[in-house]
């Protein structure tokens, strides 16, 4: 279809509408719908289940956010794993890093790593590095099989619904725990503050119980519910507050910067208060 | 009217949509469209013009940074004017500091008043406080006919459109720099970097050739235009990132921390690169 207004209905009574020119791509994946859309305001956009995963004028906000945070907190981070974020936008942020010797992807939905290649090129366009591994497979599973293999985990995920729910589960937060090394740090979006309260509340409990350093940082995302989005990180060492100087080095980006990287940790009162319930 | 969707163009390709229980108040006042509305999302909402003033559940983010940054930089601020800000939700906040001896409020519209009070009450509330003046006339010129007169203003406008037009020039910040004391302070809301960056540039470009500290900050509110709004403040004397640790006192607040108070003037690279243009 050319020329209407989506509608996004983020809660029962709430939701963004934009203009799109075209739509893309349509497919009932073997997981949710995919749906790609060229739009007026943000440029090409990617949907799954109805719902904005990424567009290209905003994406940045979110995969500098995801990337960087970790992997300038992790002292050398070498080996690092993507779980979903099969669009690419975190592995060409991953690859920012020189210390990075390999970032392996793993999506359950080999449409989405395709139809990102073709139509979110800029963002997808990393995938075939030679530093890169993209898996096609479940990433529940990857996680469950392996053992002290990774510096950094990153899960970029849809929604708890769909082919993500156990993604939000203290099952996964403890297979995550087995897989990084034991040094290895973890960084999860969290949705957002605004409407899904307890959501935040429940991950920031349930990886306590298995992290010594637990915190929440937030970034805003537009096209997202409320533009604030929430990710938790959880690390077996290191804080991610107390970043030596010398660890930051020059990297090009829109949103992160190294002092943003501290401040993003400042959580508003009513945000920070459903940490520490 | 009842139950219905509304949707506020936020550009001309993108928006927000919510669902509307009933219209409480709808009304061509001299000098805007002012719309009262129960929203099942927001709770009640004015809107001025079609556009998103406030919300019973969102408004608390707003009101709180444009009065506590500035409040809290000045080391006395014993007598304020609040520019605009006839829902009464920033004076709410100045009263909350036990050094404000007067609050100022001059607004053009006296309809914005008069319904804020009947469908806002917990905004409006405070309207009718001892510490508070009312006057219903033309900021543009209470300001022109101020002189060495106040230690903080705050301009709590709507869009440069219709009534506020005024309220984006330079000569309307070097009125304020006259009606200011000679250590004052000004803060004024300024849009969001994501659509109105060209607006952001010029702003602070002009208040920088008045005002010796100049910055910006922002916040995160999800009823406007990208969820993070932006506010430039321009003091004579006192910097808002040098405030001394026992200058804060303990406020009720549901956003505004000290903390937050200073991670508020960190900003995203591309909007830091606005304010350096």
Not at 104 to 120: A, M, N, P
Not at 213 to 237: E, V
């Given at each position: 279809?050319?020329?209407?207004?989506?509608?996004?209905?983020?809660?029962?009574?709430?939701?963004?509408?934009?203009k799109?020119?075209?739509?893309?791509?349509?497919?009932?994946?073997?997981?949710?719908?995919?749906?790609?859309?060229?739009?007026?305001?943000?440029?090409?956009?990617?949907?799954?289940?109805?719902?904005?995963?990424?567009?290209?004028?905003?994406e940045?906000?979110?995969?500098?956010?995801?990337?960087?945070?970790?992997?300038?907190?992790?002292?050398?981070?070498?080996?690092?794993?993507v779980?979903?974020?099969?669009?690419g936008?975190?592995?060409r942020?991953?690859?920012?890093?020189?210390?990075?010797?390999?970032?392996?992807?793993?999506?359950?939905?080999?449409?989405?790593?395709?139809?990102?290649?073709?139509?979110?090129?800029?963002?997808?366009?990393?995938?075939?590095?030679?530093?890169?591994?993209?898996?096609?497979?479940?990433?529940?599973?990857?996680?469950?099989?392996?053992?002290?293999?990774?510096?950094?985990?990153?899960?970029?995920?849809?929604?708890?619904?769909?082919?993500?729910?156990?993604l939000?589960?203290?099952?996964?937060?403890?297979?995550?725990?087995?897989?990084?090394?034991?040094?290895?740090?973890?960084?999860?979006?969290?949705?957002?503050?605004?409407?899904?309260?307890?959501?935040?509340?429940?991950?920031?409990?349930?990886v306590?119980?298995?992290?010594?350093?637990?915190?929440?940082?937030?970034?805003n995302i537009?096209?997202?519910?409320?533009?604030?989005?929430?990710?938790?990180?959880g690390?077996?060492?290191?804080?991610?507050?107390?970043?030596?100087?010398?660890?930051?080095?020059?990297?090009?980006?829109?949103?992160?910067?190294?002092?943003?990287?501290?401040?993003?940790?400042?959580?508003?009162?009513?945000?920070?208060?459903?940490?520490?319930?």
């Amino acid at each position: 279809m050319a020329g209407f207004w989506y509608t996004e209905k983020q809660t029962d009574n709430f939701g963004i509408t934009l203009k799109v020119n075209k739509t893309l791509h349509t497919e009932q994946t073997d997981f949710q719908l995919l749906e790609m859309a060229e739009t007026e305001e943000w440029g090409n956009m990617l949907f799954l289940d109805g719902m904005v995963m990424t567009s290209e004028r905003d994406e940045f906000v979110y995969h500098e956010m995801v990337a960087h945070v970790p992997l300038f907190t992790h002292p050398n981070p070498e080996n690092v794993l993507v779980v979903g974020g099969g669009d690419g936008g975190v592995i060409r942020e991953v690859l920012k890093h020189p210390q990075v010797k390999k970032a392996t992807l793993v999506d359950i939905d080999g449409k989405v790593i395709e139809y990102s290649k073709k139509y979110l090129p800029t963002i997808a366009g990393k995938l075939e590095d030679a530093r890169v591994e993209v898996m096609v497979g479940d990433g529940f599973l990857h996680i469950a099989e392996s053992e002290n293999a990774y510096d950094v985990i990153m899960v970029d995920s849809t929604e708890p619904v769909g082919p993500a729910v156990n993604l939000f589960t203290k099952g996964f937060y403890a297979g995550i725990s087995k897989a990084l090394k034991e040094d290895g740090i973890f960084v999860a979006q969290s949705d957002n503050p605004w409407f899904k309260a307890d959501l935040i509340r429940q991950v920031q409990k349930d990886v306590k119980e298995i992290f010594p350093i637990t915190k929440l940082y937030t970034a805003n995302i537009p096209t997202y519910p409320s533009g604030l989005w929430a990710f938790t990180i959880g690390s077996k060492k290191y804080d991610p507050l107390a970043v030596k100087e010398e660890r930051f080095h020059d990297i090009d980006t829109k949103y992160y910067t190294k002092e943003l990287h501290n401040a993003s940790f400042v959580l508003p009162k009513f945000v920070k208060d459903l940490t520490e319930e």
